[in-house]
Protein backbone atom coordinates (compact mmCIF):
# COMPACT_ATOMS: atom_id res chain seq x y z
CA UNK A 1 0.00 0.00 0.00
CA UNK A 2 1.21 3.61 -0.75
CA UNK A 3 3.74 2.15 -3.09
CA UNK A 4 3.33 3.76 -6.53
CA UNK A 5 4.06 0.82 -8.54
CA UNK A 6 7.14 1.96 -11.68
CA UNK A 7 6.59 0.16 -15.19
CA UNK A 8 9.54 -1.81 -15.74
CA UNK A 9 11.96 0.11 -17.96
CA UNK A 10 11.57 -0.97 -21.76
CA UNK A 11 14.92 -2.96 -23.21
CA UNK A 12 14.66 -2.16 -27.16
CA UNK A 13 13.29 -5.78 -27.39
CA UNK A 14 10.97 -5.22 -25.37
CA UNK A 15 9.79 -1.99 -26.53
CA UNK A 16 9.69 -3.57 -30.79
CA UNK A 17 7.34 -5.93 -28.84
CA UNK A 18 5.33 -3.86 -27.12
CA UNK A 19 4.93 -1.56 -30.67
CA UNK A 20 4.32 -5.25 -32.76
CA UNK A 21 1.17 -5.82 -30.84
CA UNK A 22 -0.13 -2.51 -31.12
CA UNK A 23 -2.10 -1.51 -33.74
CA UNK A 24 -1.75 2.00 -35.73
CA UNK A 25 -4.87 3.72 -36.83
CA UNK A 26 -4.66 6.96 -39.09
CA UNK A 27 -8.39 8.08 -39.25
CA UNK A 28 -8.60 11.07 -41.77
CA UNK A 29 -11.68 13.45 -40.48
CA UNK A 30 -11.39 12.35 -37.16
CA UNK A 31 -12.47 16.00 -36.16
CA UNK A 32 -15.50 15.38 -37.42
CA UNK A 33 -18.89 14.38 -36.39
CA UNK A 34 -18.66 10.22 -36.93
CA UNK A 35 -14.86 10.79 -37.31
CA UNK A 36 -14.74 11.51 -33.57
CA UNK A 37 -17.00 8.97 -32.20
CA UNK A 38 -14.88 6.38 -34.37
CA UNK A 39 -11.94 7.71 -32.44
CA UNK A 40 -13.82 7.29 -29.07
CA UNK A 41 -14.22 3.60 -29.71
CA UNK A 42 -11.06 3.24 -31.16
CA UNK A 43 -9.14 4.70 -28.66
CA UNK A 44 -10.87 2.41 -25.49
CA UNK A 45 -9.04 -0.88 -27.13
CA UNK A 46 -5.49 -0.09 -24.93
CA UNK A 47 -3.94 -1.77 -28.22
CA UNK A 48 -4.89 1.05 -30.09
CA UNK A 49 -2.63 4.26 -31.05
CA UNK A 50 -4.52 6.67 -33.20
CA UNK A 51 -3.10 9.47 -35.39
CA UNK A 52 -6.16 11.88 -36.47
CA UNK A 53 -5.52 14.36 -40.18
CA UNK A 54 -7.79 16.47 -40.44
CA UNK A 55 -8.20 20.04 -41.65
CA UNK A 56 -10.74 21.44 -39.85
CA UNK A 57 -12.72 22.34 -42.32
CA UNK A 58 -16.04 21.01 -40.98
CA UNK A 59 -14.44 19.43 -38.20
CA UNK A 60 -13.32 20.89 -34.62
CA UNK A 61 -10.69 20.30 -32.31
CA UNK A 62 -13.16 20.25 -29.41
CA UNK A 63 -14.48 17.14 -30.88
CA UNK A 64 -11.38 15.15 -29.49
CA UNK A 65 -10.48 17.12 -26.43
CA UNK A 66 -10.68 14.54 -24.35
CA UNK A 67 -8.06 12.61 -26.10
CA UNK A 68 -5.75 15.64 -26.91
CA UNK A 69 -2.33 15.09 -24.85
CA UNK A 70 -3.42 11.10 -24.44
CA UNK A 71 0.42 8.94 -25.13
CA UNK A 72 -1.76 6.39 -27.49
CA UNK A 73 -3.32 10.04 -29.43
CA UNK A 74 -2.20 12.33 -32.06
CA UNK A 75 -3.70 14.87 -33.98
CA UNK A 76 -2.09 16.46 -36.94
CA UNK A 77 -3.69 19.57 -38.52
CA UNK A 78 -3.42 18.48 -42.36
CA UNK A 79 -5.36 18.56 -45.99
CA UNK A 80 -5.29 14.99 -47.31
CA UNK A 81 -5.07 16.61 -50.73
CA UNK A 82 -1.25 17.08 -50.00
CA UNK A 83 0.91 13.84 -49.28
CA UNK A 84 1.15 12.50 -46.01
CA UNK A 85 3.87 10.50 -44.72
CA UNK A 86 3.08 8.39 -41.80
CA UNK A 87 3.78 4.35 -40.68
CA UNK A 88 0.33 3.07 -39.71
CA UNK A 89 -1.31 -0.05 -39.79
CA UNK A 90 -4.92 1.00 -40.75
CA UNK A 91 -6.34 3.52 -42.35
CA UNK A 92 -9.93 5.17 -41.53
CA UNK A 93 -10.16 7.41 -44.16
CA UNK A 94 -13.23 10.02 -43.89
CA UNK A 95 -11.79 12.99 -44.49
CA UNK A 96 -14.47 14.88 -46.62
CA UNK A 97 -17.32 17.52 -46.16
CA UNK A 98 -20.59 15.31 -45.91
CA UNK A 99 -23.13 18.35 -45.52
CA UNK A 100 -24.24 19.44 -48.80
CA UNK A 101 -24.18 23.20 -47.60
CA UNK A 102 -20.61 22.18 -46.57
CA UNK A 103 -19.75 19.99 -49.97
CA UNK A 104 -21.53 23.05 -52.39
CA UNK A 105 -19.29 25.80 -50.33
CA UNK A 106 -16.36 24.60 -52.87
CA UNK A 107 -16.88 22.15 -54.92
CA UNK A 108 -13.82 22.14 -56.75
CA UNK A 109 -12.13 21.45 -53.25
CA UNK A 110 -14.49 18.63 -52.67
CA UNK A 111 -13.81 17.03 -55.58
CA UNK A 112 -9.73 17.42 -54.80
CA UNK A 113 -10.82 16.14 -51.79
CA UNK A 114 -12.22 13.06 -52.77
CA UNK A 115 -9.96 12.36 -55.70
CA UNK A 116 -6.51 13.27 -54.69
CA UNK A 117 -7.38 13.10 -50.90
CA UNK A 118 -8.27 9.09 -51.87
CA UNK A 119 -5.06 8.86 -54.07
CA UNK A 120 -3.00 9.94 -51.31
CA UNK A 121 -4.39 7.75 -48.95
CA UNK A 122 -3.80 4.87 -51.14
CA UNK A 123 -0.55 5.96 -52.19
CA UNK A 124 0.36 6.00 -48.08
CA UNK A 125 -1.83 2.18 -47.78
CA UNK A 126 0.15 0.86 -50.63
CA UNK A 127 3.68 2.03 -48.98
CA UNK A 128 3.50 1.17 -45.93
CA UNK A 129 1.27 -1.74 -46.42
CA UNK A 130 -1.99 -0.98 -44.47
CA UNK A 131 -5.48 -2.02 -44.94
CA UNK A 132 -7.88 0.92 -45.97
CA UNK A 133 -11.80 1.82 -45.41
CA UNK A 134 -13.07 4.63 -47.59
CA UNK A 135 -16.37 6.10 -46.13
CA UNK A 136 -18.00 6.18 -49.08
CA UNK A 137 -22.43 7.31 -49.11
CA UNK A 138 -25.74 6.18 -50.30
CA UNK A 139 -25.33 9.22 -52.43
CA UNK A 140 -23.81 7.40 -54.59
CA UNK A 141 -26.74 5.41 -55.83
CA UNK A 142 -27.98 9.23 -56.76
CA UNK A 143 -31.63 9.68 -57.36
CA UNK A 144 -32.28 6.33 -56.89
CA UNK A 145 -35.03 3.83 -59.24
CA UNK A 146 -34.24 0.81 -57.30
CA UNK A 147 -35.35 1.12 -53.62
CA UNK A 148 -34.10 0.03 -51.30
CA UNK A 149 -30.93 -0.06 -52.41
CA UNK A 150 -28.74 -2.94 -52.87
CA UNK A 151 -24.88 -2.74 -53.37
CA UNK A 152 -25.03 -4.19 -56.89
CA UNK A 153 -27.07 -1.01 -57.65
CA UNK A 154 -25.29 1.03 -59.99
CA UNK A 155 -27.17 4.39 -59.13
CA UNK A 156 -28.78 6.96 -60.80
CA UNK A 157 -26.86 10.01 -60.72
CA UNK A 158 -26.46 13.46 -62.51
CA UNK A 159 -22.74 13.52 -63.55
CA UNK A 160 -22.85 18.05 -63.63
CA UNK A 161 -25.53 19.26 -61.15
CA UNK A 162 -24.48 20.83 -57.67
CA UNK A 163 -24.02 17.39 -55.85
CA UNK A 164 -22.04 15.89 -58.37
CA UNK A 165 -19.01 17.04 -56.47
CA UNK A 166 -19.95 14.92 -53.44
CA UNK A 167 -21.72 11.58 -55.50
CA UNK A 168 -19.41 11.77 -58.07
CA UNK A 169 -16.26 12.19 -56.41
CA UNK A 170 -17.35 9.37 -53.83
CA UNK A 171 -17.99 7.28 -56.68
CA UNK A 172 -14.12 8.23 -58.45
CA UNK A 173 -13.02 7.62 -54.68
CA UNK A 174 -14.57 3.66 -55.25
CA UNK A 175 -12.96 3.52 -58.26
CA UNK A 176 -9.90 4.51 -56.98
CA UNK A 177 -9.93 2.16 -54.21
CA UNK A 178 -11.04 -0.91 -56.28
CA UNK A 179 -8.28 0.01 -58.73
CA UNK A 180 -5.48 0.13 -55.96
CA UNK A 181 -7.05 -3.47 -54.89
CA UNK A 182 -6.45 -4.82 -58.40
CA UNK A 183 -3.67 -3.20 -59.59
CA UNK A 184 -1.42 -3.38 -56.09
CA UNK A 185 -2.96 -5.82 -54.32
CA UNK A 186 -4.11 -3.43 -51.60
CA UNK A 187 -6.32 -4.54 -48.58
CA UNK A 188 -9.51 -1.80 -49.11
CA UNK A 189 -12.69 -1.76 -47.30
CA UNK A 190 -15.79 0.17 -48.91
CA UNK A 191 -18.96 1.51 -46.37
CA UNK A 192 -21.81 3.25 -48.22
CA UNK A 193 -22.77 5.16 -45.36
CA UNK A 194 -26.54 6.18 -44.68
CA UNK A 195 -28.30 9.31 -43.03
CA UNK A 196 -26.54 9.15 -39.46
CA UNK A 197 -27.19 11.58 -37.25
CA UNK A 198 -25.81 11.88 -33.26
CA UNK A 199 -24.44 14.07 -30.76
CA UNK A 200 -22.00 16.21 -31.82
CA UNK A 201 -23.16 17.00 -35.42
CA UNK A 202 -23.02 21.00 -36.51
CA UNK A 203 -25.39 22.34 -35.33
CA UNK A 204 -25.72 24.59 -38.37
CA UNK A 205 -24.52 22.56 -41.20
CA UNK A 206 -28.39 22.11 -42.99
CA UNK A 207 -28.80 18.78 -42.31
CA UNK A 208 -32.23 17.38 -41.80
CA UNK A 209 -31.92 16.12 -38.15
CA UNK A 210 -29.60 18.87 -36.68
CA UNK A 211 -31.62 21.61 -38.03
CA UNK A 212 -35.43 20.54 -36.95
CA UNK A 213 -33.74 19.50 -33.15
CA UNK A 214 -31.70 23.06 -33.33
CA UNK A 215 -35.08 24.71 -34.27
CA UNK A 216 -37.47 22.32 -31.73
CA UNK A 217 -34.78 23.68 -29.08
CA UNK A 218 -34.68 27.51 -30.45
CA UNK A 219 -38.59 27.41 -30.31
CA UNK A 220 -38.56 28.25 -34.21
CA UNK A 221 -40.47 26.75 -37.19
CA UNK A 222 -39.17 23.29 -38.35
CA UNK A 223 -38.61 23.55 -41.99
CA UNK A 224 -39.56 21.07 -44.08
CA UNK A 225 -38.24 21.11 -48.19
CA UNK A 226 -40.86 20.53 -50.31
CA UNK A 227 -42.65 18.22 -50.72
CA UNK A 228 -42.10 16.42 -47.07
CA UNK A 229 -43.05 13.12 -48.30
CA UNK A 230 -38.92 12.06 -49.83
CA UNK A 231 -37.60 9.83 -47.42
CA UNK A 232 -34.59 9.18 -45.75
CA UNK A 233 -33.40 6.09 -43.12
CA UNK A 234 -31.57 7.20 -40.33
CA UNK A 235 -28.32 5.48 -38.26
CA UNK A 236 -27.36 6.19 -35.12
CA UNK A 237 -23.83 7.12 -35.06
CA UNK A 238 -22.63 4.54 -32.51
CA UNK A 239 -24.57 1.79 -34.82
CA UNK A 240 -21.99 3.33 -37.31
CA UNK A 241 -19.28 2.82 -35.60
CA UNK A 242 -19.84 -0.36 -35.29
CA UNK A 243 -20.40 -1.47 -38.15
CA UNK A 244 -17.55 0.60 -39.73
CA UNK A 245 -14.90 -1.19 -37.35
CA UNK A 246 -16.89 -4.72 -37.84
CA UNK A 247 -16.57 -3.95 -41.66
CA UNK A 248 -12.48 -2.89 -40.87
CA UNK A 249 -11.74 -6.03 -39.00
CA UNK A 250 -13.59 -8.63 -41.30
CA UNK A 251 -12.66 -10.51 -44.32
CA UNK A 252 -14.89 -8.87 -46.99
CA UNK A 253 -14.03 -5.54 -49.54
CA UNK A 254 -17.68 -4.31 -49.66
CA UNK A 255 -18.69 -2.06 -50.80
CA UNK A 256 -21.25 -2.95 -47.83
CA UNK A 257 -24.38 -0.79 -47.17
CA UNK A 258 -24.17 0.54 -43.74
CA UNK A 259 -26.89 2.18 -42.28
CA UNK A 260 -30.54 2.24 -40.10
CA UNK A 261 -32.97 0.24 -43.30
CA UNK A 262 -36.16 2.39 -40.78
CA UNK A 263 -37.50 4.74 -43.54
CA UNK A 264 -39.31 7.90 -42.89
CA UNK A 265 -40.92 10.95 -44.67
CA UNK A 266 -39.29 14.57 -43.88
CA UNK A 267 -42.54 15.47 -42.34
CA UNK A 268 -42.86 11.98 -40.27
CA UNK A 269 -39.24 13.24 -38.72
CA UNK A 270 -40.34 16.80 -38.41
CA UNK A 271 -43.65 15.36 -36.23
CA UNK A 272 -41.57 13.01 -34.48
CA UNK A 273 -39.13 15.64 -33.11
CA UNK A 274 -41.55 18.03 -32.11
CA UNK A 275 -43.62 15.10 -30.16
CA UNK A 276 -40.15 14.84 -28.24
CA UNK A 277 -38.36 17.42 -28.05
CA UNK A 278 -40.64 20.50 -27.87
CA UNK A 279 -44.30 19.70 -28.74
CA UNK A 280 -44.96 23.57 -28.99
CA UNK A 281 -43.28 24.06 -32.22
CA UNK A 282 -44.98 24.35 -35.87
CA UNK A 283 -43.95 22.91 -38.78
CA UNK A 284 -43.92 24.68 -41.95
CA UNK A 285 -43.33 23.50 -45.48
CA UNK A 286 -40.10 25.59 -47.55
CA UNK A 287 -38.72 25.67 -50.68
CA UNK A 288 -36.51 22.48 -51.77
CA UNK A 289 -32.55 22.28 -53.80
CA UNK A 290 -32.01 20.88 -56.83
CA UNK A 291 -31.56 17.30 -57.20
CA UNK A 292 -33.18 16.26 -53.95
CA UNK A 293 -33.18 12.12 -53.53
CA UNK A 294 -37.15 11.11 -53.18
CA UNK A 295 -36.19 7.74 -51.14
CA UNK A 296 -33.35 6.38 -49.81
CA UNK A 297 -33.23 3.27 -47.91
CA UNK A 298 -30.60 0.74 -47.38
CA UNK A 299 -30.65 -3.17 -48.07
CA UNK A 300 -28.69 -4.20 -45.52
CA UNK A 301 -28.45 -8.08 -46.31
CA UNK A 302 -25.19 -8.13 -46.95
CA UNK A 303 -24.06 -6.19 -43.73
CA UNK A 304 -25.99 -8.71 -41.33
CA UNK A 305 -24.84 -11.82 -43.28
CA UNK A 306 -21.20 -10.70 -43.56
CA UNK A 307 -20.51 -8.42 -41.06
CA UNK A 308 -23.54 -9.69 -38.58
CA UNK A 309 -24.24 -6.06 -37.91
CA UNK A 310 -27.45 -4.53 -37.95
CA UNK A 311 -28.31 -1.30 -36.17
CA UNK A 312 -29.48 -1.15 -32.48
CA UNK A 313 -31.26 1.82 -31.80
CA UNK A 314 -34.51 3.09 -33.27
CA UNK A 315 -34.89 7.12 -34.63
CA UNK A 316 -37.17 7.86 -31.73
CA UNK A 317 -34.77 6.45 -28.80
CA UNK A 318 -31.90 7.80 -30.69
CA UNK A 319 -32.77 11.65 -31.32
CA UNK A 320 -33.70 12.50 -27.33
CA UNK A 321 -29.81 11.28 -26.48
CA UNK A 322 -28.48 14.26 -29.01
CA UNK A 323 -30.73 16.53 -26.83
CA UNK A 324 -28.46 17.52 -24.02
CA UNK A 325 -25.28 17.87 -26.16
CA UNK A 326 -27.11 19.99 -28.09
CA UNK A 327 -29.20 22.06 -25.53
CA UNK A 328 -25.55 22.62 -24.07
CA UNK A 329 -23.82 24.17 -26.99
CA UNK A 330 -27.08 25.87 -27.76
CA UNK A 331 -27.19 27.53 -24.18
CA UNK A 332 -30.92 26.35 -23.97
CA UNK A 333 -31.07 25.27 -20.36
CA UNK A 334 -33.78 21.97 -20.03
CA UNK A 335 -36.94 24.49 -18.39
CA UNK A 336 -38.62 21.97 -15.70
P1 LIG B 1 -17.96 15.93 -41.04
O1 LIG B 1 -18.04 17.05 -41.99
O2 LIG B 1 -18.43 16.14 -39.64
O3 LIG B 1 -16.50 15.34 -40.97
C1 LIG B 1 -15.59 15.39 -42.05
C2 LIG B 1 -14.22 15.71 -41.48
O4 LIG B 1 -13.28 15.75 -42.57
C3 LIG B 1 -14.15 17.08 -40.80
O5 LIG B 1 -13.49 16.97 -39.57
C4 LIG B 1 -13.38 17.95 -41.81
O6 LIG B 1 -12.70 19.00 -41.19
C5 LIG B 1 -12.47 16.92 -42.45
N1 LIG B 1 -12.02 17.28 -43.79
C6 LIG B 1 -12.76 17.73 -44.84
N2 LIG B 1 -11.98 17.94 -45.90
C7 LIG B 1 -10.70 17.61 -45.54
C8 LIG B 1 -9.45 17.62 -46.19
N3 LIG B 1 -9.33 18.02 -47.46
N4 LIG B 1 -8.37 17.22 -45.49
C9 LIG B 1 -8.47 16.82 -44.21
N5 LIG B 1 -9.63 16.79 -43.54
C10 LIG B 1 -10.73 17.18 -44.19
O7 LIG B 1 -18.77 14.73 -41.72
P2 LIG B 1 -19.22 13.32 -41.14
O8 LIG B 1 -20.69 13.31 -41.10
O9 LIG B 1 -18.46 12.97 -39.93
O10 LIG B 1 -18.78 12.39 -42.35
C11 LIG B 1 -17.60 11.60 -42.30
C12 LIG B 1 -17.52 10.76 -43.55
O11 LIG B 1 -18.67 9.94 -43.70
C13 LIG B 1 -17.41 11.56 -44.83
O12 LIG B 1 -16.49 10.93 -45.70
C14 LIG B 1 -18.79 11.51 -45.42
O13 LIG B 1 -18.77 11.61 -46.81
C15 LIG B 1 -19.25 10.14 -44.96
N6 LIG B 1 -20.72 10.07 -44.88
C16 LIG B 1 -21.40 10.69 -43.87
C17 LIG B 1 -22.79 10.62 -43.82
C18 LIG B 1 -23.58 11.26 -42.71
O14 LIG B 1 -24.81 11.13 -42.71
N7 LIG B 1 -22.97 11.93 -41.76
C19 LIG B 1 -23.48 9.93 -44.83
C20 LIG B 1 -22.75 9.34 -45.85
C21 LIG B 1 -21.38 9.40 -45.85
N1 LIG C 1 1.54 9.34 -51.07
C1 LIG C 1 1.38 9.85 -49.79
N2 LIG C 1 2.01 9.22 -48.75
C2 LIG C 1 2.80 8.13 -48.92
C3 LIG C 1 2.93 7.59 -50.22
C4 LIG C 1 2.29 8.23 -51.27
O1 LIG C 1 0.69 10.83 -49.57
O2 LIG C 1 3.32 7.62 -47.93
C5 LIG C 1 0.88 9.99 -52.19
C6 LIG C 1 1.84 10.37 -53.29
O3 LIG C 1 2.29 11.70 -53.09
C7 LIG C 1 1.05 10.22 -54.55
C8 LIG C 1 -0.14 9.36 -54.19
O4 LIG C 1 -0.01 9.09 -52.79
O5 LIG C 1 0.55 11.47 -54.98
C9 LIG C 1 -0.20 8.06 -54.94
O6 LIG C 1 0.96 7.34 -54.67
P1 LIG C 1 1.44 6.14 -55.58
O7 LIG C 1 2.72 5.64 -55.03
O8 LIG C 1 0.34 5.14 -55.72
O9 LIG C 1 1.58 6.79 -57.00
P2 LIG C 1 2.73 7.68 -57.63
O10 LIG C 1 3.47 8.39 -56.54
O11 LIG C 1 3.58 6.69 -58.33
O12 LIG C 1 2.00 8.58 -58.55
N1 LIG D 1 -34.51 18.71 -45.31
C1 LIG D 1 -35.64 19.31 -44.75
N2 LIG D 1 -35.46 20.38 -43.91
C2 LIG D 1 -34.24 20.86 -43.58
C3 LIG D 1 -33.09 20.24 -44.14
C4 LIG D 1 -33.27 19.18 -45.00
O1 LIG D 1 -36.77 18.90 -45.01
O2 LIG D 1 -34.16 21.82 -42.80
C5 LIG D 1 -34.70 17.53 -46.19
C6 LIG D 1 -33.94 17.57 -47.50
O3 LIG D 1 -34.75 18.18 -48.50
C7 LIG D 1 -33.73 16.10 -47.79
C8 LIG D 1 -33.65 15.46 -46.42
O4 LIG D 1 -34.17 16.42 -45.50
O5 LIG D 1 -34.85 15.57 -48.47
C9 LIG D 1 -32.24 15.07 -46.00
O6 LIG D 1 -31.39 16.17 -46.18
P1 LIG D 1 -29.92 16.23 -45.57
O7 LIG D 1 -29.29 17.46 -46.09
O8 LIG D 1 -29.98 16.02 -44.11
O9 LIG D 1 -29.20 14.92 -46.14
P2 LIG D 1 -29.06 14.30 -47.61
O10 LIG D 1 -29.88 15.11 -48.58
O11 LIG D 1 -27.62 14.35 -47.88
O12 LIG D 1 -29.61 12.94 -47.45
Not at 6 to 29: A, Y
Not at 114 to 143: F, P, Q
Not at 270 to 281: G, H, M, Q
Request: proline content about 7%; glycine content about 8%.
Amino acid sequence: QGVVKQPPTPSPLRFSKFFQSNMRILVTGGAGFIGSHLVDKLMENEKNEVIVADNFFTGAKDNLRKWIGHPRFELIRHDVTEPLLVEVDQIYHLACPASPIFYKYNPVKTIKTNVIGTLNMLGLAKRVGARILLTSTSEVYGDPLEHPQKEEYWGNVNPIGVRSCYDEGKRVAETLMFDYHRQHGLEIRIARIFNTYGPRMNIDDGRVVSNFIAQALRGEALTVQAPGTQTRSFCYVSDMVDGLIRLMEGENTGPINIGNPGEFTMMELAETVKELINPSVSVKVVENTPDDPRQRKPDITKAKELLGWEPKIKLRDGLPLMEEDFRLRLGVPKTA
